[in-house]
């Protein structure tokens, strides 16, 4: 089983529909991201957790919502999707021992489209 | 703010042939910076990091970057490419204290590698 898990690995939904991904993980780490990918605009953060009671908004936090119900399940919610909201979603998790760039572990991707 | 700029969206070259990926960094400090490979399909894949130390980093599959303060640079290298290498690469720089374990992005090259 892989270390972090995404699910769906795809979807399609209609505009103004609520849509939650998830994500899993095995590794142990304490900490979670949520990362957006974009042709030509690289990954950007949506949200990070150090823990489950630890949440925190990164560059592009509008339109999105999460919630980190366990130490290993972190999940992203789109409230009312819109079609710019299209874009492949990544969770990373990391390890909170020495420095926090140790340990990076990324999910395979949920491919969102939102018609 | 910390920046990732990698100059070439597209590059092809031969198999066999070296190759050479550029990324520019804006940050005050030392920097944490990261090369990661994307498989189509697959999530991100670290192939090598810097941190402090010697500027030459060797990574894994036969990858290795060499960090130019003076340039803000941290390129990517490798002697002989192989069709297996196709994929699109990300460069990364930690954003604020290590603490936070947040990455900033570049926007991505993709590598095409003809036969």
């Known amino acids: ?115 | 703010a910390q920046s990732v700029t990698q100059p070439d969206i597209h590059i092809t070259v031969s198999e066999g042939a070296s190759l050479e990926l550029r990324c520019n960094y804006s940050y005050g400090a030392t920097p944490y910076l990261f090369w990661y490979v994307q498989s189509p399909g697959q999530g991100l894949q670290l192939l090598l990091k810097y941190f402090s130390g010697d500027t030459l980093v060797q990574g894994i599959k036969g990858f290795e970057a060499e960090f130019k303060r003076s340039q803000s640079s941290f390129n990517l290298r490798k002697p002989s490419v192989h069709w297996s290498d196709a994929a699109e690469y990300f460069c990364a720089v930690g954003a604020g204290s290590s603490n936070t374990g947040k990455l900033i992005f570049g926007q991505g090259t993709t590598l095409q590698v003809k036969p």
């Open chain 1, 1 to 115: 089983d892989a270390d972090v898990t995404q699910t769906p690995r795809n979807r399609i939904t209609k505009t103004g529909k609520r849509i939650m991904l998830e994500c899993s993980q095995t590794k142990g780490h304490d900490r979670m991201y949520w990362y957006r990918q974009d042709p030509g605009l690289g990954l950007r953060l949506i949200y990070y957790s150090f823990d489950v009671k630890d949440i925190n908004k990164g560059e592009i936090s509008d339109g999105y919502s999460v919630s980190r119900q366990a130490q290993a399940k972190f999940s992203l919610s789109l409230e009312s999707a819109i079609p710019n909201q299209t874009a492949l979603y990544f969770c990373a998790t990391s390890d909170s021992q020495g420095s926090g760039y140790y340990g990076y572990t990324f999910g395979s991707g949920t491919r969102l489209t939102v018609v």
